[in-house]
């Protein structure tokens, strides 16, 4: 176990380095990061396992959540503080970013799913931020999982149509038609051709046809079950 730290300007940079570097070398040695002036200690103390693995966001997610919670930390203690949710992505960067066994190559992504940007366009990229955020809103809801059921190293097409757009993303009626729709409880995962665009009343035209809907209903208050039924005749195989 390891106390919770806040990455620094000094340590974002070093961090950086080291993911550009790594891409060429997986087996780049990481930098120690952990001590000033990388990062400093938050505070209050809240103690986190380096070690832990996860099967997929959403147990990433739940495990932040508990801790935090056993600690005495709110949400709104950690939400707002950008170097915490780059410590983290460092302190897991193993995970975040695993070897690929068929090429020898670390499965490295874009700087933002590391380092956490919180520009609007980029904010919802990263690997550790985006899915405490997303379960902090909805733990008390299973339709979460059709968020955050891929692996830590992996953004699924739900999330990146989704937690970019904050009509969607703050309405727990939209969130749980999407899981109505489009989630296969046998398999823990999304139905086949979910996130295909070649596949009718596809994520991808969910939200458009909900923008649609903006223009001439009261979306917001109507139940998940309302909303499936005024989508047009493409989403009929998935209703």
Same mark, same amino acid.
């Given at each position: 176990?390891?106390?919770?730290?806040?990455?620094?300007?000094?340590?974002?940079?070093?961090?950086?380095?080291?993911?550009?570097?790594?891409?060429?070398? #997986?087996?780049?040695?990481? #930098?120690? %990061?952990?001590? #000033?002036?990388?990062?400093?200690? =938050?505070?209050?103390?809240?103690?986190?396992?380096?070690?832990? +693995?996860?099967?997929?966001?959403?147990?990433?997610?739940?495990? %932040?959540?508990?801790?935090?919670?056993?600690?005495?930390?709110?949400?709104?203690?950690?939400?707002?503080?950008?170097?915490?949710? +780059?410590?983290?992505?460092? %302190?897991? =960067?193993?995970?975040?970013?695993?070897?690929?066994?068929?090429? &020898?190559?670390?499965?490295?992504?874009?700087?933002?799913?590391?380092?956490?940007?919180?520009?609007?366009?980029?904010?919802?990229?990263?690997?550790?931020?985006?899915?405490?955020?997303?379960?902090?809103?909805?733990?008390?809801?299973?339709?979460?999982?059709?968020? $955050?059921?891929?692996?830590?190293?992996?953004?699924?097409?739900?999330?990146?149509?989704?937690?970019?757009?904050?009509? !969607?993303?703050?309405?727990?009626?939209?969130?749980?038609?999407?899981? !109505?729709?489009?989630?296969?409880?046998?398999?823990?995962?999304?139905?086949?051709?979910?996130?295909?665009?070649?596949?009718? &009343?596809?994520?991808?035209?969910?939200?458009?046809?909900?923008?649609?809907?903006? $223009? +001439?209903?009261?979306?917001?208050?109507?139940?998940?079950?309302?909303?499936?039924?005024?989508?047009?005749?493409?989403?009929?195989?998935?209703?």
């Amino acid at each position: 176990m390891i106390p919770l730290r806040i990455m620094l300007f000094e340590g974002e940079g070093e961090f950086r380095n080291y993911i550009n570097r790594i891409r060429d070398n #997986p087996f780049t040695p990481r #930098p120690d %990061l952990d001590n #000033p002036p990388y990062s400093q200690e =938050f505070s209050p103390r809240v103690m986190v396992d380096e070690l832990h +693995t996860f099967q997929s966001k959403m147990e990433m997610a739940e495990y %932040l959540d508990r801790t935090f919670t056993q600690s005495g930390v709110r949400r709104e203690d950690v939400i707002g503080k950008d170097g915490l949710w +780059t410590w983290l992505a460092y %302190l897991w =960067f193993d995970r975040l970013a695993p070897v690929n066994p068929k090429t &020898g190559k670390r499965d490295v992504k874009g700087l933002e799913r590391y380092i956490y940007n919180p520009g609007f366009r980029r904010y919802y990229r990263h690997y550790v931020r985006t899915p405490y955020e997303i379960y902090s809103l909805y733990k008390d809801n299973s339709s979460v999982r059709i968020l $955050l059921y891929s692996p830590v190293y992996k953004h699924n097409d739900f999330i990146e149509q989704v937690a970019s757009r904050q009509f !969607i993303i703050s309405h727990p009626n939209l969130i749980e038609a999407l899981f !109505i729709l489009y989630f296969d409880r046998a398999s823990g995962r999304p139905k086949r051709g979910a996130q295909s665009r070649r596949r009718a &009343g596809n994520i991808h035209r969910f939200v458009k046809v909900i923008q649609q809907f903006e $223009l +001439t209903y009261d979306i917001y208050s109507l139940s998940a079950q309302e909303i499936i039924d005024l989508l047009p005749e493409e989403f009929a195989a998935w209703k």
